[in-house]
């Protein structure tokens, strides 16, 4: 083989290595802490779901991330894509744990459907736990510092 030809090869090996080692262009790495009531909150489940526009109503995947014992999570999508697209995401937090129920169980849910006998009341108010009114803009750049400090679900009191 000649030498252009071995160079030219070798050029064009080392420009697809950089191109899949890129990833998607539409994401960000992103990660930060969730506390509730000024305390690191662990296993609760972040998810961001990318906003869609009147020209691109389907931007990407959405992403999620646990947090650990500190609060701290990142963020990936299902096909293993680190972060999150950049732009626009509403935020989803919920408790990540079974024994966690979303009301009070000794006064049931609004539908009277009986709850579990024993359980914690999520101290993670019900406007964190569905899409719709908490967003976060990923810049393109990505962070580490998408921090949530969550205001605690207070127990009613008869």
């Not at 296993?43 to 959405?62: C, H, I, L, M, Y």
């Amino acid at each position: 083989m000649s030498r252009i030809r071995i160079v030219a090869v070798a050029a064009l090996g080392l420009m697809l290595g950089a191109t899949v080692g890129c990833g998607d262009s539409r994401y960000a790495p992103v990660s930060g802490t969730v506390r509730v009531d000024g305390e690191p909150y662990a296993n609760a489940a972040v998810f961001f779901q990318p906003e869609g526009t009147k020209d691109n109503s389907a931007p990407g995947r959405g992403s999620s991330g646990v947090t650990d014992a500190n609060g701290r999570y990142s963020l990936k999508t299902t096909d293993g894509i680190t972060g999150a697209v950049i732009g626009k995401n509403q935020v989803k937090i919920v408790t990540n744990s079974a024994d966690v129920v979303g009301f009070d169980p000794s006064t049931g849910s609004r539908d009277d459907v009986p709850g579990p006998a024993k359980g914690k009341i999520d101290p993670i108010p019900p406007d964190w736990r569905t899409f719709g009114k908490n967003t976060f803009d990923v810049p393109a750049s990505g962070t580490d510092k998408a921090d949530f400090d969550i205001t605690p679900v207070t127990k009613k009191t008869k």
